[in-house]
């Protein structure tokens, strides 16, 4: 059993930044793939991002791209994603989640745990 929390969200203006944190209560987190997962309101959820268990592999959607980034530190049970030059399009709630098994499960969303969200809000 994985218990996930998310922070970080707010409002934020457009090109503005804003760090999400993902902490995660299993002793066994350095063997989840782990991703960050978006829904806009009337929209499905989206895949943002995603880490490899030990780190080695990231992938993003290709609307962030070159904007955002995911990192992990295995040490504190924690996953992040940095985001800049945010656009109102960004907005929705953020999801953590983990996985295990093969690392592309991330992008799939074949996640087996998710955190309750937190909100992200981009002004124009």
């Known amino acids: 059993q994985v218990q996930l929390v998310e922070s970080g969200g707010g409002l934020v203006q457009a090109g503005g930044s804003l760090r999400l944190s993902c902490a995660a209560s299993?002793?066994?987190?350095?063997?989840?793939?782990m991703g960050w997962v978006r829904q806009a309101p009337g929209k499905e959820r989206e895949f943002v991002a995603g880490?490899?268990?030990?780190?080695?592999?990231?992938y993003y959607a290709d609307s962030v791209k070159g904007r955002f980034t995911i990192s992990r530190d295995n040490a504190k049970n924690t996953v992040y994603l940095q985001m800049n030059s945010l656009k109102p399009e960004d907005t929705g709630a953020y999801y953590c989640?983990?996985?295990?098994?093969?690392?592309?499960?991330?992008?799939?969303?074949?996640?087996?745990?998710w955190g309750p969200g937190t909100q992200v809000t981009v002004s124009s």
């Open positions: 299993s002793r066994t987190f350095s063997s989840y793939d």
């Open positions: 989640a983990a996985s295990r098994g093969h690392s592309l499960r991330v992008v799939r969303l074949e996640y087996d745990y």
């Open positions: 880490i490899s268990d030990s780190g080695g592999k990231t």
